[in-house]
């Protein structure tokens, strides 16, 4: 049973456009939420994350939406660059329930950004 | 700052085989995560390592262990390997061993193929 879904496994967007990717969970419990990007032969390397009494967090170019009572969060880059192209994953927590300690991944979307 | 190191980059096992998996962590983190990636699929949780001792464990059967050493750095051993332990596996290390807001860095991975 899969709790963190991300239902596009690819997106292609031009240069300079927004790119918007996509995740739903199912878990009540969690409440923090995370993106992470990776370009092949590397590790993940977090990019942005929100809280859960929050509904929006940005950072530059990035920007993470919550929707809780829809369980549904999305990452918007403005505007997107060639060097933006990697797989991206939403992760998510719960801080109560016992298991603290871990993340829960979806499959990611691999993104790309034509020139 | 030296981020997180894995050995090997890359190996290749026979069924019923044992392999070991090493980590170095960030400098500064004392907490160490294990995910593993199988193909198309997102990390999934394996066991976290604070102050020397498994701090949490996700789905993954007993043949799959680990330790961390006093400088914080970390193991992973797999035994009796079967096709299905075929996967990249990351490390991750962190200042707490709390997840959410305490962001992993992660290593780029080990790549374990089993025959």
């Known amino acids: 049973d899969q709790q963190v879904k991300q239902n596009s496994p690819s997106l292609s967007v031009q240069e300079g456009r927004i790119s918007i990717l996509n995740c739903d969970y199912t878990?009540?419990?969690?409440?923090?939420f995370l993106w992470y990007k990776k370009y092949p032969a590397e590790g993940p390397t977090f990019l942005i994350s929100?809280?859960?009494?929050?509904d929006k967090n940005e950072d530059g170019r990035f920007t993470v939406f919550l929707n809780k009572s829809a369980k549904h969060l999305s990452l918007h880059i403005v505007p997107s660059q060639p060097g933006d192209s990697a797989v991206y994953f939403c992760?998510?927590?719960?801080?109560?329930?016992?298991?603290?300690?871990?993340?829960?991944f979806g499959k990611g979307t691999l993104l790309t950004v034509n020139p | 700052e030296t981020g997180v190191t894995q050995s090997p980059t890359h190996l290749i096992k026979t069924r019923g085989q044992q392999v070991t998996l090493r980590c170095s962590s960030q400098?500064?983190?004392?907490?160490v995560s294990w995910y593993q990636q199988a193909l198309g699929q997102g990390p999934q949780f394996i066991f976290q390592?604070?102050?020397?001792?498994?701090?949490g464990r996700g789905n993954f059967p007993p043949r799959f262990s680990g330790l961390q050493f006093p400088n914080y750095s970390s193991e992973l051993n797999v035994n009796a390997l079967e096709l299905d332990d075929s996967a990249l596996y990351l490390c991750?290390?962190?200042?707490?061993?709390?997840?959410?807001?305490?962001?992993?860095?992660f290593g780029a991975g080990s790549r374990l193929t089993v025959l």
């Open positions: 991750a290390s962190s200042s707490s061993p709390k997840s959410g807001a305490n962001v992993l860095t």
């Open positions: 878990n009540s419990m969690f409440d923090y």
């Open positions: 929100i809280s859960s009494i929050k």
């Open positions: 992760a998510a927590s719960a801080s109560s329930g016992g298991s603290n300690y871990k993340l829960t």
């Open positions: 400098s500064g983190h004392n907490t």
């Open positions: 390592y604070y102050r020397e001792e498994e701090n």
